[in-house]
């Protein structure tokens, strides 16, 4: 991939191939008008968006401009990388065949559709949110309160860390202490023995009566491939769910 700005870096970690995750960014990108930076091999650099995304057929359609020389020269070059960020998080991707085409709305760019695509986002910072209305729980003993067993719902979690609803009522969990051991239940078929440090304790909106527990999770090597499983399926279960609803 021309221009990635990783070198040196295994970039499989990196790395997007499922057609479902692919497809589910590249609706992202278009619904929320994100801009696409081109760049070709000597440099050239023009700014665009995606007008349609079209994944039954394959091919992506792009804005363009009825004359620009860097974009000419880039197109005659034949390797254009594309780059956009959606949630602050770096998406890159080759646009393969891409040309200039002459439409309704004047000049356009239309290329096919990306087999691969990166996400510069470290696998332990991936947060995701529950599908369902099973949420996943987390069961441990208040640090303070001896003999009191808590019950809590998980918000949202990641490979490094998770957020944990607190409900009013329950006495307060101090911060920076170790908490250890817990159970965390993804589903029904999976528990984990896990520790955790509470680091920082948010207020959520009145109405929800509680507040939300920013956790980090310590020594995730020991979970690291069933939570990243419970994970990447949640992934592709939200992505799917997004297609569904086009």
């Avoid at 009191?148 to 957020?163: A, I, K, M």
């Amino acid at each position: 991939m021309a221009g990635d700005g990783k070198r040196g870096m295994d970039l499989d970690e990196f790395r997007i191939t499922s057609p479902t995750e692919i497809a589910s960014l590249m609706i992202r990108l278009e619904a929320e008008r994100c801009l696409l930076s081109l760049s070709g091999p000597q440099g050239d650099v023009f700014t665009t968006l995606l007008q349609e995304v079209d994944p039954t057929h394959r091919r992506l359609q792009l804005s363009a401009e009825d004359s620009n020389d860097r974009l000419d020269a880039m197109l005659e070059q034949g390797e254009v990388t594309a780059v956009a960020y959606l949630d602050r998080i770096k998406l890159q991707f080759d646009l393969d065949g891409l040309h200039a085409v002459r439409g309704e709305r004047g000049r356009q760019l239309r290329a096919a559709w990306p087999e691969v695509l990166f996400r510069f986002q470290r696998r332990d910072t991936f947060r995701v949110q529950p599908l369902g209305q099973k949420a996943p729980m987390i069961h441990f003993r208040h640090p303070e309160r001896s003999g009191l067993e808590l019950h809590l719902r998980v918000l949202d979690l990641s490979l490094g860390g998770l957020g944990v609803f607190l409900p009013d009522g329950v006495p307060p969990l101090p911060t920076g202490v170790k908490i250890s051991p817990c159970r965390l239940d993804l589903d029904d078929q999976t528990s984990l023995t896990v520790e955790m440090v509470i680091h920082h304790v948010t207020s959520i909106h009145p109405q929800t009566q509680g507040s939300k527990l920013g956790c980090e999770l310590l020594h995730v090597e020991r979970i690291d491939r069933a939570l990243g499983d419970y994970i990447n399926q949640t992934q592709k279960r939200r992505a799917a769910l997004s297609l569904e609803r086009r």
